[in-house]
């Protein structure tokens, strides 16, 4: 029985086909044999099922892999610890997410939920919100002149900044953040993550710009669509402009930016203040 025990140990930890090679072995060993098969073949359908969510968080497109992946419930719990400290502070956090949607925040209630704060959700068009929580309100990134200096706790947006056009007005989106909250928690994903997150492709955004436009002409890439002719082609490569660390640097002189790293590598960069 104990040796049953060790094989088992060791069909675990080993790869699928070293692993076979031990289920085997524990066939001879007697009357636990076929049940080290049978969790043999459970361990091969964890690993299966494993690998399938590594590859669905960084290629997926679906809310479970957008919402929920490993990387964005880690930067998320980051935020809460920040807002934890103000409603120490102040016994309630008001924040305001600059390009947000509720659907953000919702799919990670569980990781907010219970504190007292309120978002105002500021983005092209306003949605309906039911949640007290919320305020939906349309606006633009880059002139949040609806607002006053300091009028909110905290800024917050979650891979936002890429999307605003050209340098200029980036740089008018991360002063207007900074203006209207004293403290900010600003992502954007790293130009030199070789998986460029939008694409969901690899190497695509480092390669010449008539290159990629004939890439997305042929083909739909991650969340955008096959583009129809060349008009759309360049809409679709205008849509994200990524930034590099010395860019945010740049951009939120007074703030720590934070690299968020998979393997080694940067996977995205977050202003925090």
Not at 5 to 21: N, Y
Not at 104 to 111: F, P
Request: proline residues 4%.
């Amino acid at each position: 029985m104990a040796a049953t025990a060790s094989v088992r140990v060791a069909a675990s930890t080993f790869s699928p086909r070293i692993s076979i090679f031990f289920a085997i072995r524990s066939v001879r060993c007697g009357n636990g044999g076929r049940v080290s098969v049978e969790c043999h073949r459970r361990w091969l359908a964890a690993d299966r099922h494993s690998k399938r969510r590594r590859i669905d968080m960084f290629l997926g497109t679906d809310d479970q892999s957008v919402y929920r992946n490993r990387f964005r419930m880690k930067r998320f719990g980051q935020l809460v610890v920040i807002i934890d400290e103000i409603i120490k502070q102040k016994g309630h956090c008001n924040i305001i997410d600059v390009g947000g949607r509720f659907d953000h925040w919702n799919a990670l209630s569980d990781i907010w939920g219970g504190r007292s704060l309120h978002v105002t959700l500021v983005n092209l068009e306003a949605e309906t919100v039911t949640d007290p929580h919320f305020t939906s309100l349309s606006g633009d990134a880059c002139n949040l002149k609806d607002h006053a200096d300091n009028s909110f706790d905290l800024a917050y947006s979650n891979s936002v900044i890429e999307h605003v056009g050209q340098w200029s007005n980036q740089k008018r989106m991360a002063s207007e953040t900074r203006r209207v909250a004293p403290r900010h928690f600003i992502q954007t994903p790293n130009y030199w993550f070789p998986l460029e997150p939008h694409f969901r492709t690899p190497f695509i955004h480092w390669l010449p710009r008539p290159w990629r436009a004939l890439i997305v002409q042929a083909k739909a890439c991650g969340f955008y669509p096959k583009a129809a002719n060349v008009d759309e082609a360049n809409a679709i490569l205008q849509d994200a402009i990524l930034l590099n660390a010395p860019s945010m640097a740049s951009l939120f002189p007074d703030s720590t930016i934070v690299k968020e790293r998979v393997a080694g590598l940067t996977k995205s960069l977050i202003a925090v203040r």
